[in-house]
């Protein structure tokens, strides 16, 4: 079987680690990216001797790169040609004009969290609603809090059910790098429900959501708190179970150390993960407890990596590569070593 062909549209925070985790798929081949300025991440695929091939994002921007000394592979159509599915990271907005494109070469096209939801044709969780994924031309992922907090949230529903989820996000003001947010010393408040919440029920509609958001002045990852109402009564133990046996979830104590967001993202530097890389979400073991009959508990999202692995299983979706959810998550997993 021929591998699936794939671009990926801007090589930012998100597009380089696309990028990255198409390459390590055995059943996939990255044909290159495309993006329109000498940024500090394309300067560094020049350095890496061009792993693959850089295309511009439109026309023009070619002489810009080409000064910088950055080698050009064609513009975007050339891309286009050449692939069977892309996978945008364009900044929001700009994905919605990348469609047009895409629709008028017959190229599939999955999108990110941060563009505007009639993009696309389903609002895809690869681990929860993949099969409505199934040769759909348009995809797009939720964001990267909404993704961790399905699978958290879901790891309890798949195993006794649940009626409803109140959850708290602790929300990092910027990715790190970003110098143009300047949210200092102060904790900002978002009315309910946040969109998070309500993303979660497109997703998992049997589950009544809402929730508040507070952005705080760090970078590393963001916190959610979660309560949940099972339909069944729960224990600590079976709770923790739960999220141990869920994909993509890592049960890690405060005791041992995990005992912040920071120290999550050390923790992906001592594994020597490529740029501190977390595809899994840190769930806080010493954390789950009940409040009555509800499971409460907090996790961490690594928001420059975390829906990675859900972007690459909506490939698998569109592309009919498997045919049930279980089966490509399992193939996302191992090739990108969850």
């Known amino acids: 079987m021929s591998k699936v062909k794939v671009g990926v549209a801007g090589y930012g925070t998100i597009g380089n680690r696309l990028a990255a985790g198409v390459a390590r798929q055995d059943d996939m081949e990255l044909v290159g990216v495309a993006d329109v300025a000498p940024t500090l991440s394309v300067r560094a695929l020049k350095e890496r001797g061009m792993p693959f091939k850089l295309f511009t994002a439109f026309d023009g921007a070619e002489k810009g790169l080409e000064e910088a000394g950055i080698p050009v592979s064609g513009g975007f159509d050339d891309l286009l040609g050449e692939v069977d599915v892309m996978l945008d990271a364009a900044p929001g907005g700009i994905g919605a004009k990348n ?29 929860v609603n993949y099969e409505k994924g199934l040769g759909v031309d ?44 300047g949210l200092t010393n102060v904790l900002q408040m978002d009315p309910i429900p946040n969109h998070q919440a309500v993303d979660l029920m497109h997703i998992m509609p049997d589950v009544e959501a809402t929730g508040l958001l507070v952005t705080a002045p760090v970078t590393h990852g963001h916190i959610i708190t979660i309560s949940v109402s099972p339909k069944e009564k729960m224990s600590v133990d079976e709770a923790v179970t739960a999220f141990r046996n869920y994909p993509r979830i890592k049960v890690v104590r405060i005791d041992e150390g995990f005992n912040s967001n920071a120290a999550m993202f050390q923790w992906a530097r001592y594994m020597e993960s490529p740029r501190a890389d977390q595809y899994e979400i840190g769930l806080f073991e010493e954390t789950v407890g009940l409040s009555g009959d509800d499971v409460v508990f907090a996790i961490n999202i690594p928001q420059e990596s975390v829906t990675i692995p859900e972007t690459i299983d909506a490939v698998r979706a569109a592309m009919e590569m498997q045919s049930t959810g279980a089966e490509a998550v399992a193939l996302t997993d191992k090739y990108l070593g969850i």
Not at 147 to 155: D, E, F, K, W
């Open 99 to 127: 469609k047009e494109k895409y629709v008028a070469a017959g190229v599939k096209a999955v999108f990110q969290g941060g563009e505007a939801g009639e993009v696309a044709d389903v609002f895809f969780h690869g681990t």
């Open 138 to 181: 348009y995809l797009k992922l939720t964001s990267c809090n909404t993704t961790g907090l399905i699978r958290a949230v879901h790891a309890v529903h798949a195993a006794v059910g649940l009626t409803k989820t109140f959850i708290t996000i602790v929300r990092r003001v910027s990715d790190p790098g970003d110098t143009h947010r």
